[in-house]
Every structure is written in C-alpha cells, then in structure tokens.
C-alpha cells in the first residue's frame, strides 16, 4: 500500500502515476468477522447471541476490549467466561468473535518472568517479546511418542530423593492438609535445578497475592528465577482466568520440552483449579454431579496431566516432570478430587499435619507415600543405600504404634524403634537447604552402615551437618568419585568410612 514514492518533489505527472499505480495495486480483501450481542451478563458470565461459527475455547472480544472465552456452545447461544473484569460490560454491547483459539507467547523470552494465564506480564521488567505463541490446549503426545522414565529428577529434598524419587518426565502428587508445607515443599524441588539445567514453570491458581509474591521473592533471593517462569492467577483473578491457567502453563512448559529440554512444571493447587471450573459449570448451568462438580472433572486434570512425560529421542528427548499440588481437607484422600487426581498421577507424596506439628519436616508419611516409576530412575548408589531405610522407616511406624500400648519391649524390637526415631531424624530439612546426591548417598551409608547408633535422636542433625562439612572440606575427591560412578565401588567405600570415622571423631570432640 504505501509504497515508497519518491524522495524528489513530484510533478504532476509523476503524481498521477503513482496514484494510478497505488488504485491497480489496491487489493479488496473480505475478512469475514463473526459478531454477535450480549444477551445477559453476570458474575463472570456472558450468554451472547448471534456467533454462529464458533469454536470452542476460541476467544471473543467485548466492546470494552474485554477478552472472554467461548465454552458453552448451543443452538441459538453461545456461554462465555469473562477473562477479565466483567463490570463494564452492558447487555445488548457487540461482542466480536477472534477467529483463534486461546493462547500464550512461549519461549525463551519468558524465563525470569511473572505472568498471567494469557502471557501478559505482571512485573514491571517490560514487555515480553516471544518468538512464538501456542494454543493452551492441545491432544498429550502417544505413546509411540514417548520413552520410559529412566532418568532421575533430583530435588534435594532428602525425604523424596531418598523415599519417593522422582524420575523426569514422572507424575507425581503433592498432597496434605492446608499448611503443611506443600508449597515449600515444590519451590525447594525449583530451586535445587540450576544446576542440573532443568527449566522450571510455577503455576500458582487461586492463591492469595501475597503468599505468591513471597514465593517469587524466595525464587528470586535464590537465584532461581531466571530458569523459572511464573504464572499467576490469584484469588482475587476471574474463575476462568484461574481455570485457564494450568494449561498455559503446561503449553509453555511444552515449548521448551520440545525443544529437547528437561522441564519441572509445579500446579499449586489443583483444589482450587476444580473449585474456580465448578464455578464457571455451574454458572453455565452444566448439571452438577457428586460434591457439585461436574461431570468432566475428571477429564480436567487427565488432560492435563496426560501432557507430562519424556519424548522420544526422535522428537528431541525432552521432558516435562509434573508436580500437582492438590490440597486436602482433614487428611481426606478420599474425597473426589483428590482421588482422582492420585489415579491419574504416578504416585503421591502424602504430607501429614500431625507430623508437621511434632516439627517433623518436612512432615512426609512414609507410608502413605509412593512413587511407582522412578525407583528405575535412582542412581544405583542411591538404591543401594536408600533401599533399606524406607523398609526400616515402615516398620518403625508399625512398632512405634504396638510401643504405645507400653508393653514390655525385648532387645530387638527396641533396637528397631531406635534406629527408626533416628531416620525420622535423618530425614528432617530445614526449607531452602537442599541437599545435592552425592551428599545425601553419604549420609544414608552412614545410616545403612550403623555410624548412627552411638548417637541420640537429638545429634543426629548435628552429626549429619558436622559430616556435610568433613567431606566438603577434606573429601572433594570421594565426592566428585561418587558423581561420576555414581555406584559405591570398593574403593569408594573404603574412603567412605574413613569419611565417616574422621566426623564421629569430631562429633565426640564436641563433647558426647
Ligand atoms: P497452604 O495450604 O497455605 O498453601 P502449604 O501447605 O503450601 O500451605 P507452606 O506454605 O509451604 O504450606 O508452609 C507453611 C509454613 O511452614 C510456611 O511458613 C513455611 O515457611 C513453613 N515450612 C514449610 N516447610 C518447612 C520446613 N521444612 N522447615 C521449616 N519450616 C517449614
Ligand atoms: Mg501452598
């Protein structure tokens, strides 16, 4: 259209051509645009008619430039989800049909930053310019797509590490009472991966702002944030922006697995996630089923969740390693959404408030918790180490429980009740301290190797300190041994032990 006509004045002539030129060039192109009028409007909720070719999850822009979602299509009426403030948005006002299916820029662009569901930024570090954009939804990958879990996730956290591994590409659930650390528990899995090079999405849903600006400001203190992309629709957010949410996440997740990269993607929590898409069923009038949900709650978390895994080599061999968050009321696992989402997940991670109160955490139950994939996933030193503590911690449980009656206990029983008081010792972790490997597969040996029995429950923290810091100090060697072989050769557990026995030695020195 407006080509570059002349630098030089032009004459009259000159002018008539180019104005000739400009006409034959004009292109008379017909965009078709769907529009249609708001019938009714209300708590989030638009019914518009008129919009005859629509899709479902295609957006629609309100006169107020207001964006929404269409989900509900009928015969003569189309139900929409306001995605913003729904205030300003009168009956009998145009609604225009975009002709494209809800998305979100992805990218590189968007590592360090903190955005809403439609990629909108909400720090003030500026525009985001991404090199591309996807649509929120899309089918998860077959399985000819897919590869086993073989590979592990280390979170630093020793509980998990140790207990219930988890492998990339793996599925599994955080799940507790409200309180519990469950939030902590997932940023201390974020921020334990600059340095295996895993990219990191949070996606928080329905929380309050001000938890969530403490988790950016404890992403960012540690140095985290610039591998991590944070996505936020808080309570105060439009249902259908907090219902969104998880699946942009996801597809952003999704751009960077793509591209061969392994991925940790966090959903806290996905109670509220139902609870934000029960609102918006039932406004739109869907039949409510069990607990008011509806009938497709279900397929809202399995879809999402299905997108998880590892990629074939063939499609570059990335991963995305999901950690829902699901939160439950009085230890209930019972209860609809959690249920479900346990049968969806390759295990759970069960966080108790009774524990968590007694000041054990993070307050994991070891018996309730499970990983089905990853113990493939452990480093064969791991599992040789870590193997026997969770049978020892089992059975801890189940005599600490006969104990209570004060029978009278013999000599073996009493040995197991120790060494299981202290494992719950072991296994304690102050939030943001996580734990590397080669560290944790030490202090297990020292477990598994009887170096803990001399000690009383209450120095077992001391001890496990005063030994990070012997083999800091004097045993890089074994350590960077222990990386590379990751399995405990002969030679390595001979420096192993004199590891060992240099910080006992320090510990009696202190006085015990
Ligand atoms: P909510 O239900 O409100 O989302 P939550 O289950 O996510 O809570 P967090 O917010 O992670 O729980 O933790 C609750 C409190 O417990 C926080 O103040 C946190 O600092 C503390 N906390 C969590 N884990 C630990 C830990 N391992 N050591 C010490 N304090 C912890
Ligand atoms: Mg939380």
Redesign the pocket.
Known sequence: MSEPVAERPLDDRGLAAALIQAVRAFEFRLQPVSVGTVIEVGDGIARISGLHDIMVSELIQFEDETLGLALNLETDLVGAAVLGDHQHITEGSSVRALGRIISVPVGRALLGRVVDPLGRPLDDAGPIVASNERPIERVAPGIVDREPITQPLITGIKAIDALVPVGRGQRELIV??????????AIDAILHQHRDDVLCVYVAIG?KLS?VAQVVATLRRHGALEHTVVVIADASAPAALQYVAPYAGCAIAEEFMEHGRDVLIVY??LTKHAWAYRQISLLLRRPPGREAFPGDIFYLHSRLLERAGRMSQELGGGSMTALP?I?TQMGDLAAYVPTNVISITDGQIF?EGEL?HAGV??AINAGLSVSRVAGAAQAPAMKAVAGQLRLALAQYRELAAFAQFGAELDHRTQEALDHGARLVELFK???HQPVEMVDQIVLYYAAAHGYLAGLTPQRIGAFGQTLLRTLHDSYQGLRNAIEIHLELTPEIEQALHLALAEALSAMQDVGG
């Not at 409200?178 to 528990?185: E, H, I, P, S, V």
């Open positions: 507790g009472d409200r309180q519990t650390g469950k939030t902590t528990l929380q938890s806290d929590d968050i939160e966080l968590f955490r993070p972790q102050d939030q």
